[in-house]
């Protein structure tokens, strides 16, 4: 049986990421979307609702949502993408799923082929899909933690059967992936883990924008540690989380 105290610590944890994503600046007042599995109720899980306001979120702002058949519980509507979230944590050891509009993230994917400035390229195009791209953090921190990261263009909007495949997709072999144009989403085993990537990727975005307009070659160094691999370019590497 559901007590109130379940809520209230469900709450709590979707409370504490809203602030600190408006503290590390990776959202407006009023975007993105954060989702965890019930830890009670395997077919549910709770989503943020349609235009909440991330940094001061409300219990009236969470909507418990089934796996099974989408139905959410109350009045409140869940966010748009509730779809792409319930595929993601549909992943293995995968709990929680954040979405956040980070500015230099979301700024790396602003490129074109014919102009590349911070994207690699990711192999073949598939079949029917806009060509996708890899953004190589050249930061340690970011190098080790997240890794190479896809940005992909979609041809369908938001909440479109598009995103909920491929974004699940990449976040099966990355903790995060960025939507040209649009934001980031990460996975993780907790809303505190999704913001731990989150945050470093941002950090590493904004690094390269850095170094590019500081004149340092950052393709360059981009492709010696996909080359090399981050543990034969830096000295030293950190822990594993």
């Known amino acids: 049986m559901e007590t109130p105290g379940d809520i209230a610590a ?3 944890r979707f409370r504490t990421a809203g602030t600190a994503l408006m503290r590390a600046n990776l959202n407006n007042t009023h975007s993105g979307n954060m989702s965890c599995r019930d830890p009670r109720d395997a077919n549910r899980f709770w989503i943020t609702a349609s235009g909440s306001p991330c940094g001061r979120l409300s219990a009236a702002d969470l909507v418990a949502v089934r796996f099974d058949d989408m139905r959410h519980e109350g009045p409140t509507r869940p966010s748009s993408e509730a779809n792409t979230h319930r595929r993601v ?3 293995p050891g995968v709990n929680a799923c954040v979405h956040c509009h980070a500015i230099a993230s979301t700024l790396i994917g602003f490129e074109t082929p014919q102009q590349p400035m911070f994207l690699l390229e990711s192999g073949a195009p598939r079949p029917g899909r806009l060509k996708e791209r890899l953004f190589q953090p050249v930061d340690v921190w970011g190098a080790t933690r997240v890794g190479a990261v896809v940005v992909g263009a979609y ?6 059967i598009e995103m909920e495949q491929r974004i699940s997709a990449y976040l099966g072999q990355s903790p995060v992936t960025v939507v040209k144009g649009h934001g980031l989403f990460a996975r993780g085993a907790s809303l505190a883990e ?6 470093v990727l941002e950090n590493s ?3 390269v924008i850095a170094l590019k307009r500081r004149g340092v070659d950052t393709l360059s160094l981009q492709r010696a540690i996909r080359k090399a691999g981050a543990d ?3 000295a030293w590497t950190p822990a594993p989380l």
Not at 155 to 160: A, L, R
Request: charged residues 10%; neutral net charge.
């Open 10 to 12: 469900i709450h709590r």
């Open 89 to 91: 944590l549909g992943l």
């Open 194 to 199: 999704c913001l731990h990537y989150l945050s």
């Open 205 to 207: 975005a904004a690094l």
């Open 155 to 160: 041809q369908d909007t938001v909440g479109s």
């Open 232 to 234: 034969a370019v830096f």
